[in-house]
């Protein structure tokens, strides 16, 4: 046992002879209070030692962390390249790991097992983030199975796994996962604290659990809307999904303050505020990273734009497959090294298949996959990471995301506003110029730059205030331009429905009705159709010029509709396109008013990211593809003359010439994770 933990236990000791209360007991101790962490935005290189499904059984628990080493577990760490690591304090099981007055400690657990474990990571400059389980602590449902706020059985081996969820407003709950984090924050140097599985009891759920009336539920019921809970019955849809609004983001407000009273310096997060949940992401925005589960390019760039965050930990590997028996994959440096240019920190980790619940660590088939794949792509990033702090993507488009969108769909579904999104966010990417995803919230924000923008687009994007709108006018008198997509603005920031588009005025048209969505055809024809395309989807917008100019038309039988039509505003334009089913018509209209993109890439299928540090003067240039390739940059975006590094520095060549719009760079050789530094 080291000083440290002696140290507390005699203090203990003496303050319980004084009657000191259990607050008191855990007041902050200097060492800990001093201490300076490094958050997960520092730390590019992230794992996750995830062990919350393995041993699931009530009677497997006495074994749990009965051989655990932290040095052993340390060393695997520092062995794979990781620079910041999950340390769960409570996982799933709802057993704790640190010393605990508010808890229980695993039955089998050596000592302090959390502590030894923080030390041992920190001697390798390895940082540590505390972990607290919020829904899933199957421990507090075996103690309260039959309550109001328990929904779900465990099995027939006592295993609650997924199948059960609490009541997040369930009296005292809330209370004991601050208890938990209470102890870890002010007890343990951690760098970070994060909770998992930010859900609760609703009708039609993730986990299709009824609606809740627990005596916290009505309480709470009472605060918000000043009337009794009597039965979810008596309320509409709406009512239902403000209230499980209201819930979790009552949780994440209220452990936001907790920690933020107890040591500001640390950052904190949670698992489930992302565009796959229902949670509000605008409650994101007081976290202090974005937290992507999944390697997907375009959530992270969904989520860091919506959430405000210059970084966001990005999943990049989803491991639920080899959790329940798959083969593991071969490590895709393309999609890694993607999301690592967009701005994500890497994110691993392993699944319950391949660990070992008592010594927490991997099998060999998985220890032989870190030690061939990911050990050695963590080797390299960490020799790239002076090239990725504090760099962005170089954009020219933004799409203006507004989290009032869901209201106007049933069950404020995000997923057709997503899936109205994604087409045009991963067609741009492809053609190695990714769009900057910009929070309606944030558009009167100076620093956001609205202008560096040639084109923002509103893809179904609803729900805008009357100052975020004047906010869209001043950019395109400014000399911005704007697409407006589908029935976008035609709702207000309730989702009620509403007879024109918000900016009809100055968009030069007006809503008429929807075209008829049977299998219809149509046609489009004008200045920006060689050859008609043939128009298939389901939502076609009928409107009515009024002012301005139609460049495409949309035609059906003897129908006829603007489907493209732009108008002139100040320095600007207003654009509005009827349909956004095809992708082809979309990226058209893009390039018609986004002008030239920054980069031209040959052959077109290689994916190049360019990206700018500011504080260091210079861009980078990530070659996500093998083999050879030549980019040609816009002085107007990169105002760069030379090369000054490359990397990997062996293995390949490039050569730089000057041209009457910017520079060409020509790439040889076959080297992989390649980059190039400009000034």
Known sequence: MNAYRIAVILVAGLLAGLNVGADEWFAPFTRVSDYKPKGPAHCFRQFNIDWSWIALKPDQLPEFLSEADPVALAEFCRQTHVDGTVVMAVPHHGYCTHETRVGTKFPGMKGDWFGRTIEELHKRKIAAFGYVTLNWNWKFIRENLGRDFIHGKPDANGVCSSRCVICLNAPGYLELVEAYTREVLENYPVDGMRWDILISAKKGGLHGSSDCTCEGCRRLFREIYGQELTRWQDFDERRHMDFYIATTTRVVERLRALCKRIKPSVDIWQNCVSSYHENDLNVGRSLDIAYNEFADPFRLMLLRGAIGKPAAINGL????????????????????????????????????????????????????????????????????????????????????????????????????????????????????????????????????????????????????????????????????????????????????????????????????????????????????????????????????????????????????????????????????????????????????????????????????????????????????????????????????TRISCQFPASGWTCAVEKTVTGLQIRTHGQARDRLLVIE
């Open 317 to 640: 590997m989803n491991n639920a497959g080899p959790a329940l028996g798959a083969p593991l994959k071969p490590l895709d440096h393309r999609e890694w090294r993607t999301c690592l240019a967009l701005g994500g920190r890497c994110y691993s980790y392993y699944g319950h298949k391949q660990t070992n619940h008592k010594t927490l660590l991997p099998n060999e088939a998985l220890q032989a996959w870190h030690r061939e794949q990911l050990a050695p792509f963590y080797a390299m990033v960490s020799q790239i990471e002076p090239w990725l702090r504090d760099a962005t993507p170089v954009s020219q488009v933004g799409i203006v995301f507004s989290e009032a969108t869901r209201f106007r769909f049933p069950k404020y579904d995000r997923a057709p506003y997503v899936a109205a999104m994604e087409p045009i966010a991963n067609a741009s990417l492809q053609r190695s110029a990714p769009v900057e995803f910009v929070n309606a919230l944030d558009l009167a924000d100076p620093q956001k730059q609205l202008s560096r923008f040639k084109l923002l687009i509103l893809p179904l994007t609803s729900g805008l205030s009357a100052a975020e709108l004047d906010c869209l006018r001043r950019y395109v008198r400014d000399g911005g331009c704007l697409l407006v997509g589908g029935d976008a603005l035609r709702h207000d920031p309730r989702g009620k429905e509403m007879n024109d588009f918000a900016l009809a005025q100055e968009l030069g048209v007006r809503f008429q009705a929807f075209a008829p969505s049977a299998k219809a055809s149509w046609t489009a024809s004008g200045r920006l159709a060689d050859n008609p395309i043939q128009l298939d989807g389901k939502t076609l917008v009928e409107v009515r010029a009024v002012e301005g100019e139609t460049l495409l038309s949309a035609q059906r039988g003897n129908a006829n509709y603007p489907l493209l039509h732009v108008r002139p505003l100040g320095r600007g334009r207003m654009a509005y396109l009827a349909s956004l089913d095809s992708p082809e018509l979309t990226q058209r209209a893009i390039d018609l008013l986004a002008g030239p993109s920054p980069l031209v890439v040959q052959p077109p299928e290689s994916r190049v990211i360019l990206t700018r540090q500011a504080r260091q003067h210079r861009w980078v240039l990530h070659l996500l593809d093998d083999g050879p390739c030549t980019v040609e940059i816009r002085r107007e975006f990169a105002a760069a």
